[in-house]
């Protein structure tokens, strides 16, 4: 069974080779809940700034539970600026980003399962 980062990298590409993003934004909601749990909390804030969908929020009430952490972290301000980068990107800068940090979060999971 595919785990959730590879599950989102998995439908956000088949999102983006089709050329609609749209539907793609509650696969990124997740993704700043998984990367708030990880500490990852540059990119979770980021990506909830693009992917901001009231379904998604219905759906994963995880994702307003890391969305007030992140604030938390931050404070409102930092936070805002981090999501408002997120809004402010176009929809392939957006995938690419959301690829890049799931690549890096899997690269340090895996470095952390192999130390001794």
């Known amino acids: 069974m ?6 989102v990298a998995l439908a956000l ?7 609609s993003l749209s539907f793609a934004s509650g696969r990124l909601d997740i993704l700043t809940a998984l ?16 992917a901001d969908a009231p379904v998604a929020l219905a759906t994963f009430p995880e994702i307003a539970e890391a969305t007030v952490h992140l604030r938390q972290v931050f404070g409102a301000e930092t936070f805002g600026s981090f999501a408002q980068a997120g809004a402010n990107m176009i929809n392939a800068t957006k995938a690419a980003y959301a690829l890049d940090q799931i690549d890096l979060a899997r690269a340090d999971l895996l470095r952390v399962e192999e130390s001794p």
């Open 13 to 19: 590409g088949i999102y983006y080779d089709s050329g």
């Open 35 to 50: 990367f708030d749990r990880l500490g990852r909390h540059e990119p979770a804030a980021i990506i909830s700034g693009f």
């Open 2 to 7: 595919a785990s959730v980062p590879e599950f």
